[in-house]
């Protein structure tokens, strides 16, 4: 087919030149010597005698699992030196005065409510004879917490059904009975205890 063309095409489909021989750069098969391999049979008996000075390496479960463990001693080993200097004690406690059950918890407050925030929000729900709106010992800063002591237990119960979930200064609250006093062996959740995970 191509002896149809064109000379000036033919030219086209010459083949190439021959590639230059160049020498193998590896030993010829027929000559290539490799070295002797012996057996090891004679290591077998070796292998069955276990060594006396082996120490068997932890898996990398084995180590997850002991580094969850130490983690969870360790936590419980501060807590129960948190309570031990703590000594938590809410029936002795000299700051806290009313009935239990006419007190109600409000946690995740802004740092910038103050106890008439507080009084408007809650007044609502009945006469208010007592807040304490809790601050740190040593810095003097609101931790963001109060108790609001109710003249009548009805007004309590009202006051903890319709507020919990209310915003007071751009904050979502939460409310709750005080537990310390009527719970017993409540703990807070800063020394092990408390409601929740």
Wanted: contains cysteine; positive net charge; aromatic residues 8%.
């Amino acid at each position: 087919m191509t002896d149809k063309l064109p000379p000036n095409l033919l030219v086209l489909f010459q083949p190439r030149p021959p590639l230059r021989y160049l020498p193998p750069c590896d030993i010829a098969p027929g000559e290539r010597r490799t070295p002797v391999v012996s057996g090891v049979a004679q290591y077998l008996e070796e292998l069955r005698k276990p060594d006396p000075d082996y120490v068997p390496t932890e898996t990398l479960q084995q180590q997850r699992e002991n580094h969850r463990e130490n983690k969870k001693k360790a936590h419980q080993a501060k807590l129960e030196e948190g309570i031990k200097k703590c000594r938590y004690d809410p029936t002795h406690d000299v700051h806290i005065r009313g009935d239990p059950f006419r007190t109600l918890f409000v946690a995740r407050l802004s740092y910038e409510v103050t106890q008439q925030d507080l009084e408007r929000e809650f007044g609502r729900f009945g006469p208010i004879e007592r807040i304490r709106l809790v601050k740190d010992k040593n810095s003097n800063k609101p931790r963001g917490y109060a108790f609001i002591l109710y003249e009548r237990d009805k007004d309590m119960k009202a006051a903890f059904k319709e507020t919990d979930g209310l915003r007071i200064k751009d904050r979502r609250i939460v409310v709750d009975v005080e537990r310390g006093r009527t719970t017993k062996g409540w703990k807070p959740r800063r020394l092990g205890g408390g409601l929740g995970g």
